[in-house]
């Protein structure tokens, strides 16, 4: 196991480096390839140590693997050591798994790009580093990972790199995430102070005594986690990174802020679960703004009319589902629905992917429509991705949205209220996915879904920047000569049918009362938690018909908002003018930021590079100086810019005599 | 092994001497090189040879000078210098390669100041002896005098060189005086015979009143060579006059040696005022690492964020040291490590971007370089994730080991501190995305990488790489003699650590304020990035 463990994060780097490397010197084809089998190769190591798990007794299933020392010194205990145990198989299967099919897909999809094996390189390199912050065995090596994703992510959204909008988003997703590390690594010293040791299981271990008598510093420092989960997860305050990720190539959205990357959050609260036991505040916390956010994100969603944005923002809101459920003690069902998520939303991504490139690169819903037709295979795997999103029995995210909120419900106590927010999430998420549905592939077909039905994939003229209009700059890639869509490729098709399967099925593995397939695979994680609920049969009924209900009647609204009646949105916008522009500004988050902190900072920048540095600096403290390089010039000028140099090397000689007299003396 | 640091010491001034007194175009520039690279060979070995068992000094050689003032030729190293001696001579072997392949009014004279500079650094590092390290520390003024003098732009390299020297002068000045004063204050309130080595005087300690005076003038002079917050008055015109391979070991090195002179004279000398001005000496640190984040993100010069993110990175060095602590000081030692690693090729690839921004180092002028010089930009990017200490790379050991440090004693400046953390990222990608991403500038011609420039680049790159896999090996090299450095003041400012190893119940501390004030601090940072990165320049119009 040890071996084929290590394996799962050396694939994905030699894959990095390999084509780092290899790029100038081979076929760009090959490292698309090439990158592809790294993560396969990860994920059949990943396959190999899951059954070895399985393979040992359920109290043994929690193994630390010790690979050198990294900074061990005066008493901090920093080594590469990685925790194998059912929750980092989960996610390494995950996501090795889904980055796999994201790979597939991105051969087809990329291919006509310029960065091409840039591309596979970054890929690769994201995926080892996601895969080394599940797998960390220590706080030292998860901050490492944690950075890396961030680090990644940056590279991929600014990855047309000649894009303005690209390379702001990139540096904002970087530097939010880094604020994210900040907390991760001041929470890590909090909770540090206190155990003595940077190890997973040693800190777990004795944290009821550990901190017996200061439980404040536990919540700070679990507080401090949360912010770290905050801002790679995209939850509020630290989410306005996430729509603006949309700027890089679809695949990545599909790989990184859907199914992988932002899901480190859930993955942390649930790995620290013994932490946030001890500190209710934190855990309720987290819980409520998991709660908001959902909420938030889905009005958002409902009036954004970017295609990607308005997936963007169902992730955000999904994700708020699940820190609710992992903060709130509902371990399993959250990471239940991480992975059903994963599989449905880089589904619904790639389906997204094939449409922008139908639509010659361009995302607004509002020129999109009627690619029912056209595009039926996408068609089809958007509407699978779209009923488990919007949670219709059967499909997957039914099961583990219904399994988070029975959780919360069973729990009681104050806890109903994210109960109640989360069945309206759920109302909000069906109407604005079936909303997109509605809108790309319904009604007439536009210029573009009818070139594609005359059997011709449209080409813009001259590709431009949607955001801002500027000429688009194809030396550094897309939009290339050429696109592609699902309908025409094998591997985009592979990729999505495999994907579009797990969305459907994947919700069986727990089923209320007849699986238990998840629970118990996850138990030996968390056998140690004290949260357990049982929920009655009542509850578990009533939830099932409920999600339901509220599922298919989103659906009902969607389909009369924007099939039936295709006036009645422009009629609701009207009618409620305040809160569409609410949401449509986002809430003012952004504006809010720029307030608050963005101009204060410039201001201090600008003071101190105008008044300070001028006046004070040169000034005050060197005034003497500034007047006496005035006066002193024109005899410097007079004996020519020599004088500064002899009069140096007087110095030097003079110094080299007095140094040499003083050897001679001793 | 024996090793004879005398060789190690002298050998890049005799090579550049004899550069400049034999014949020949290339004869200065080989000697030079050759006698950096053997001061590198010569580091190396004594980082594989040195016993990180042994307490106290390795490699000694102590002669008596003068012996009427008790000043001995005494050198020696030990966990505290081993890898900045490593540090110094690698540096410098790069630079003067880099300068190397480039044409140089007055050759010999450049490579003859470049190797005496070089001698005066690694003089500094390794000297035992108080008199012994000021002559060294102040000889180190002079080919720099003449570097920027002679060799920086002709029409405002005399307004920089006379900056430069009025502050260090003044610096050196009071250092001097104390360190006069506190040979022969020393040698009077004890009764012992006058003596200027390190050791002895460690034995002695002065009257708490007497350190206060002293260790304020020594700390001035450090303070100002670094340069640290207020008073950087000399830093951005010198910056901007000096060649950039004299600049990538000045910012490199010399600075360095300033952060050094605290942990090696004046935290075991004067520790009772050390503990006194604890509080300022983090005060300055942190405004250090405020203002010149600040700075770094406003100004367009590319040198000038450079050189406002060393004072930044210096203030986080200091807030180690200050710590008085282990962990502080193991985090500030191997940081002086880092950053001067990282700084210096930072320094190169600026140059090679000038050269294809034809000749401009405003970073408006720059941009979209990353396509025709893929290589560069690898390079390039890997230099700034650790310049921004990303985690992964050592800066952030060392970050993690200062902070850590600070946090245990003063956990309200740790947290400021992190302020410094997220900035850092916005000016370092900012300089990187405006050099190598957007549009191409109008004057930009990019082209990859030169092989001459590669053969400097890549072994720095390679090293920050090493060590960014290996942190272990400064970290466990020094711990023995870096602890003992600091254990004089760390006893006096109070009990032990009780934290780690042994978890001791502590009362409860009132943090929850703390903890409401950080995430508010966390959000504002964000915000900081929402942004972009603000800043006094505009966008050039399309």
């Given at each position: 196991m040890e071996t084929t463990a290590w394996l799962v994060l050396a694939f994905p780097l030699a894959g990095a480096i390999l084509i780092g490397l290899l790029a100038q010197h081979v076929p760009a084809k090959l490292t698309g390839y090439l990158g592809t089998l790294a993560i396969g190769g990860a994920f059949v190591s990943a396959v190999l140590t899951f059954l070895s798990l399985q393979g040992r007794e359920e109290e043994a299933r929690q193994v630390v693997f010790v690979g050198w020392d990294y900074a061990r010194s005066v008493g901090v205990d920093a080594q590469i050591s990685i925790l194998v145990d059912p929750l980092s198989v989960l996610m390494i299967l995950v996501v090795s798994g889904v980055s796999t099919l994201i790979h597939l897909y991105s051969v087809a999809y990329m291919e006509s790009d310029q960065g091409y094996a840039r591309f596979f390189a970054y890929l690769n390199f994201f995926v080892f580093s996601m895969l080394l912050l599940v797998l960390a065995g220590n706080f030292m090596l998860l901050i490492v990972g944690w950075a890396f994703v961030g680090a990644a992510s940056y590279l991929l959204i600014s990855f047309w790199y000649r894009r303005t909008t690209a390379t702001k988003a990139g540096i904002k997703a970087f530097v939010i995430n880094v604020v994210g590390d900040v907390g991760l690594v001041l929470g890590t010293y909090f909770i540090f102070k206190h155990t003595g040791t940077l190890d997973f299981l040693g800190t777990f271990d004795s944290v009821e005594r550990d901190f017996e008598g200061s439980t404040g510093d536990l919540t700070a420092g679990c507080l401090l986690l949360l912010v770290g989960a905050f801002a790679k997860s995209a939850q509020i305050p630290l989410h306005t990174w996430l729509p603006d990720a949309m700027e890089g190539p679809t695949p990545v959205s599909a790989l990184i802020h859907a199914a992988t990357m932002v899901t480190a959050g859930v993955y942390l609260i649930a790995r620290m679960h013994p932490l946030f036991e001890q500190a209710p505040a934190a855990a309720d916390t987290g819980a409520i703004i998991g709660a908001v956010t959902l909420l938030v994100a889905g009005t958002i969603a409902i009036v954004v009319t970017d295609l990607k944005r308005v997936i963007a923002y169902s992730t955000m809101s999904q994700i708020g589902y699940m820190i609710m459920g992992v903060s709130a003690g509902a371990y399993v069902a959250g990471l239940f629905h991480l992975m059903t998520h994963a599989f449905f939303k880089a589904l619904l991504f790639m389906a997204a992917g094939s449409v922008i490139a139908a639509m010659g690169g361009r995302q607004d819903l509002d020129s999109m429509g009627g690619f029912r037709k056209a595009m039926p295979y996408t068609f089809a795997c958007f509407c699978i991705g779209g009923l488990a999103l919007a949670a219709v029995p059967p499909f997957s995210g039914f099961f583990s949205k219904d399994e988070i909120l029975l959780d919360l419900g069973a729990e009681g106590g104050w806890h109903w209220v994210l109960y109640v927010a989360g069945y309206v999430g759920s109302l909000l998420t069906a109407v604005y996915t079936f909303r997109l549905i509605f809108r790309a592939f319904f009604n007439d077909p536009v210029p573009e879904a009818q070139e594609l039905m005359d059997g011709h994939l449209h080409h813009p003229a001259e590709a431009a920047n949607p955001a801002t209009g500027e000429t688009e700059d194809t030396d550094v890639g897309f939009p290339g000569a050429d696109h592609h869509i699902a309908e025409q490729s094998p591997f985009m098709r592979v990729a999505m049918g495999i994907l579009a399967l797990g969305a459907i099925v994947g919700g069986f593995i727990q089923i209320p009362k007849v699986t238990h397939g998840l629970e118990s695979f996850l138990d030996p994680t968390f056998a140690r938690s004290e949260i357990e609920v049982e929920p009655s049969d009542g509850l578990i009924y009533f939830g099932l018909v409920l999600g339901a209900v509220l599922g298919l009647l989103g659906i009902a609204i969607a389909y009369r908002i924007w099939v039936q009646k295709p006036g009645t949105s422009a009629a609701i916008q009207a009618r409620l003018s305040v809160l569409h522009k609410l949401f449509s500004n986002k809430w003012y988050f952004d504006e809010l930021i720029e307030l608050v902190v963005v101009r204060p900072l410039s201001w201090f920048g600008r003071f101190g590079q105008q008044t300070f540095e001028r006046i004070f600096v040169n000034g005050a403290l060197v005034g003497g100086t500034t007047g006496l390089v005035r006066a002193g010039s024109a005899a410097v000028r007079a004996v020519q810019s020599g004088y500064l140099r002899s009069y140096a090397a007087l110095l030097l000689g003079g110094l080299a005599v007095v140094g040499f007299y003083f050897l001679l003396q001793a | 092994m024996t090793l004879h640091l005398s060789l190690l010491l002298w050998l890049p001034a005799l090579a550049g001497t004899l550069g400049l007194l034999l014949p020949g175009r290339l004869t200065a520039r080989a000697l030079a090189l050759l006698g950096s690279a053997g001061a590198l060979g010569y580091a190396i070995s004594a980082v594989i040879d040195f016993d990180r068992r042994a307490g106290g000094l390795q490699y000694v050689t102590d002669e008596t000078w003068i012996r009427t003032l008790g000043i001995h030729y005494k050198l020696g190293m030990d966990g505290v210098n081993l890898f900045l001696v490593l540090l110094a001579a690698g540096l410098f072997t790069a630079s003067m390669l880099w300068a190397a392949s480039r044409e140089w009014e007055r050759p010999k004279l450049f490579f003859f100041h470049m190797g005496v500079g070089h001698t005066a650094v690694l003089g500094a590092l390794l000297a035992q002896d108080l008199a012994l390290f000021v002559a060294f520390f102040d000889l180190m003024l002079i080919p720099f005098f003449f570097l920027?003098?002679?060799?920086?732009?002709?029409?405002?390299?005399?307004?920089?060189?006379?900056?430069?020297?009025?502050?260090?002068?003044?610096?050196?000045?009071?250092?001097?005086?104390?360190?006069?004063?506190?040979?022969?204050?020393?040698?009077?309130?004890?009764?012992?015979?006058?003596?200027?080595?390190?050791?002895?005087?460690?034995?002695?300690?002065?009257?708490?009143?007497?350190?206060?005076?002293?260790?304020?003038?020594?700390?001035?002079?450090?303070?100002?060579?670094?340069?640290?917050?207020?008073?950087?008055?000399?830093?951005?015109?010198?910056?901007?006059?000096?060649?950039?391979?004299?600049?990538?070991?000045?910012?490199?090195?010399?600075?360095?040696?300033?952060?050094?002179?605290?942990?090696?004279?004046?935290?075991?000398?004067?520790?009772?005022?050390?503990?006194?001005?604890?509080?300022?000496?983090?005060?300055?640190?942190?405004?250090?690492?405020?203002?010149?984040?600040?700075?770094?993100?406003?100004?367009?010069?590319?040198?000038?964020?450079?050189?406002?993110?060393?004072?930044?990175?210096?203030?986080?060095?200091?807030?180690?040291?200050?710590?008085?602590?282990?962990?502080?000081?193991?985090?500030?030692?191997?940081?002086?490590?880092?950053?001067?690693?990282?700084?210096?090729?930072?320094?190169?690839?600026?140059?090679?971007?000038?050269?294809?921004?034809?000749?401009?180092?405003?970073?408006?002028?720059?941009?979209?370089?990353?396509?025709?010089?893929?290589?560069?930009?690898?390079?390039?990017?890997?230099?700034?994730?650790?310049?921004?200490?990303?985690p992964g790379s050592a800066n952030f050991v060392g970050e993690f080991y200062i902070l850590l440090g600070v946090f245990q004693d003063k956990p309200v400046y740790a947290i400021l501190a992190f302020t410094g953390v997220a900035l850092a990222s916005v000016y370092t990608l900012r300089l990187f995305i405006r050099a190598m991403h957007n549009r191409v500038g109008p004057r930009v011609e990019s082209s990859d990488l030169k092989v001459a420039d590669g053969l400097v680049l890549v072994p720095l790159v390679l090293a920050i790489l090493a060590v960014a896999l290996y942190p272990q090996l400064p970290l466990e090299k020094g711990e023995k003699t870096v602890v003992a450095s600091v254990a004089a003041a760390r006893d006096l400012a109070g009990p032990p650590a009780a934290i780690g190893a042994t978890p001791v119940a502590q009362p409860p501390k009132p943090v929850s304020g703390a903890a409401a004030w950080m995430e508010a601090a966390a959000a504002a940072e964000a915000a900081a990035a929402a942004g972009g990165a603000p800043g006094v320049e505009e966008e050039p119009a399309p």
């Amino acid at each position: 196991m040890e071996t084929t463990a290590w394996l799962v994060l050396a694939f994905p780097l030699a894959g990095a480096i390999l084509i780092g490397l290899l790029a100038q010197h081979v076929p760009a084809k090959l490292t698309g390839y090439l990158g592809t089998l790294a993560i396969g190769g990860a994920f059949v190591s990943a396959v190999l140590t899951f059954l070895s798990l399985q393979g040992r007794e359920e109290e043994a299933r929690q193994v630390v693997f010790v690979g050198w020392d990294y900074a061990r010194s005066v008493g901090v205990d920093a080594q590469i050591s990685i925790l194998v145990d059912p929750l980092s198989v989960l996610m390494i299967l995950v996501v090795s798994g889904v980055s796999t099919l994201i790979h597939l897909y991105s051969v087809a999809y990329m291919e006509s790009d310029q960065g091409y094996a840039r591309f596979f390189a970054y890929l690769n390199f994201f995926v080892f580093s996601m895969l080394l912050l599940v797998l960390a065995g220590n706080f030292m090596l998860l901050i490492v990972g944690w950075a890396f994703v961030g680090a990644a992510s940056y590279l991929l959204i600014s990855f047309w790199y000649r894009r303005t909008t690209a390379t702001k988003a990139g540096i904002k997703a970087f530097v939010i995430n880094v604020v994210g590390d900040v907390g991760l690594v001041l929470g890590t010293y909090f909770i540090f102070k206190h155990t003595g040791t940077l190890d997973f299981l040693g800190t777990f271990d004795s944290v009821e005594r550990d901190f017996e008598g200061s439980t404040g510093d536990l919540t700070a420092g679990c507080l401090l986690l949360l912010v770290g989960a905050f801002a790679k997860s995209a939850q509020i305050p630290l989410h306005t990174w996430l729509p603006d990720a949309m700027e890089g190539p679809t695949p990545v959205s599909a790989l990184i802020h859907a199914a992988t990357m932002v899901t480190a959050g859930v993955y942390l609260i649930a790995r620290m679960h013994p932490l946030f036991e001890q500190a209710p505040a934190a855990a309720d916390t987290g819980a409520i703004i998991g709660a908001v956010t959902l909420l938030v994100a889905g009005t958002i969603a409902i009036v954004v009319t970017d295609l990607k944005r308005v997936i963007a923002y169902s992730t955000m809101s999904q994700i708020g589902y699940m820190i609710m459920g992992v903060s709130a003690g509902a371990y399993v069902a959250g990471l239940f629905h991480l992975m059903t998520h994963a599989f449905f939303k880089a589904l619904l991504f790639m389906a997204a992917g094939s449409v922008i490139a139908a639509m010659g690169g361009r995302q607004d819903l509002d020129s999109m429509g009627g690619f029912r037709k056209a595009m039926p295979y996408t068609f089809a795997c958007f509407c699978i991705g779209g009923l488990a999103l919007a949670a219709v029995p059967p499909f997957s995210g039914f099961f583990s949205k219904d399994e988070i909120l029975l959780d919360l419900g069973a729990e009681g106590g104050w806890h109903w209220v994210l109960y109640v927010a989360g069945y309206v999430g759920s109302l909000l998420t069906a109407v604005y996915t079936f909303r997109l549905i509605f809108r790309a592939f319904f009604n007439d077909p536009v210029p573009e879904a009818q070139e594609l039905m005359d059997g011709h994939l449209h080409h813009p003229a001259e590709a431009a920047n949607p955001a801002t209009g500027e000429t688009e700059d194809t030396d550094v890639g897309f939009p290339g000569a050429d696109h592609h869509i699902a309908e025409q490729s094998p591997f985009m098709r592979v990729a999505m049918g495999i994907l579009a399967l797990g969305a459907i099925v994947g919700g069986f593995i727990q089923i209320p009362k007849v699986t238990h397939g998840l629970e118990s695979f996850l138990d030996p994680t968390f056998a140690r938690s004290e949260i357990e609920v049982e929920p009655s049969d009542g509850l578990i009924y009533f939830g099932l018909v409920l999600g339901a209900v509220l599922g298919l009647l989103g659906i009902a609204i969607a389909y009369r908002i924007w099939v039936q009646k295709p006036g009645t949105s422009a009629a609701i916008q009207a009618r409620l003018s305040v809160l569409h522009k609410l949401f449509s500004n986002k809430w003012y988050f952004d504006e809010l930021i720029e307030l608050v902190v963005v101009r204060p900072l410039s201001w201090f920048g600008r003071f101190g590079q105008q008044t300070f540095e001028r006046i004070f600096v040169n000034g005050a403290l060197v005034g003497g100086t500034t007047g006496l390089v005035r006066a002193g010039s024109a005899a410097v000028r007079a004996v020519q810019s020599g004088y500064l140099r002899s009069y140096a090397a007087l110095l030097l000689g003079g110094l080299a005599v007095v140094g040499f007299y003083f050897l001679l003396q001793a | 092994m024996t090793l004879h640091l005398s060789l190690l010491l002298w050998l890049p001034a005799l090579a550049g001497t004899l550069g400049l007194l034999l014949p020949g175009r290339l004869t200065a520039r080989a000697l030079a090189l050759l006698g950096s690279a053997g001061a590198l060979g010569y580091a190396i070995s004594a980082v594989i040879d040195f016993d990180r068992r042994a307490g106290g000094l390795q490699y000694v050689t102590d002669e008596t000078w003068i012996r009427t003032l008790g000043i001995h030729y005494k050198l020696g190293m030990d966990g505290v210098n081993l890898f900045l001696v490593l540090l110094a001579a690698g540096l410098f072997t790069a630079s003067m390669l880099w300068a190397a392949s480039r044409e140089w009014e007055r050759p010999k004279l450049f490579f003859f100041h470049m190797g005496v500079g070089h001698t005066a650094v690694l003089g500094a590092l390794l000297a035992q002896d108080l008199a012994l390290f000021v002559a060294f520390f102040d000889l180190m003024l002079i080919p720099f005098f003449f570097l920027t003098g002679i060799w920086g732009p002709a029409r405002t390299r005399v307004t920089a060189v006379t900056k430069l020297v009025i502050y260090t002068l003044v610096g050196s000045l009071l250092m001097l005086s104390a360190a006069i004063a506190t040979a022969v204050l020393a040698a009077e309130q004890n009764g012992t015979e006058l003596s200027f080595v390190l050791s002895d005087l460690q034995k002695l300690r002065l009257g708490a009143g007497t350190q206060d005076w002293i260790f304020l003038f020594f700390a001035a002079a450090f303070l100002v060579k670094m340069p640290m917050f207020p008073v950087h008055g000399w830093m951005p015109d010198g910056y901007r006059n000096m060649p950039l391979p004299v600049l990538a070991v000045f910012s490199g090195v010399l600075s360095k040696v300033a952060a050094y002179g605290f942990l090696r004279i004046a935290l075991p000398l004067f520790p009772d005022a050390a503990v006194q001005f604890q509080d300022l000496m983090l005060l300055i640190a942190l405004a250090s690492i405020l203002y010149g984040s600040a700075m770094a993100f406003t100004t367009t010069e590319a040198r000038l964020i450079l050189g406002y993110s060393s004072m930044a990175q210096l203030g986080f060095i200091v807030l180690g040291i200050f710590a008085l602590n282990d962990r502080g000081a193991q985090g500030a030692v191997l940081q002086a490590f880092n950053h001067g690693l990282v700084v210096a090729p930072a320094f190169f690839v600026l140059a090679l971007l000038a050269a294809r921004a034809g000749g401009s180092e405003d970073i408006r002028d720059m941009g979209g370089v990353a396509l025709r010089a893929p290589v560069l930009a690898v390079l390039f990017l890997i230099v700034a994730l650790a310049n921004l200490a990303m985690p992964g790379s050592a800066n952030f050991v060392g970050e993690f080991y200062i902070l850590l440090g600070v946090f245990q004693d003063k956990p309200v400046y740790a947290i400021l501190a992190f302020t410094g953390v997220a900035l850092a990222s916005v000016y370092t990608l900012r300089l990187f995305i405006r050099a190598m991403h957007n549009r191409v500038g109008p004057r930009v011609e990019s082209s990859d990488l030169k092989v001459a420039d590669g053969l400097v680049l890549v072994p720095l790159v390679l090293a920050i790489l090493a060590v960014a896999l290996y942190p272990q090996l400064p970290l466990e090299k020094g711990e023995k003699t870096v602890v003992a450095s600091v254990a004089a003041a760390r006893d006096l400012a109070g009990p032990p650590a009780a934290i780690g190893a042994t978890p001791v119940a502590q009362p409860p501390k009132p943090v929850s304020g703390a903890a409401a004030w950080m995430e508010a601090a966390a959000a504002a940072e964000a915000a900081a990035a929402a942004g972009g990165a603000p800043g006094v320049e505009e966008e050039p119009a399309p």
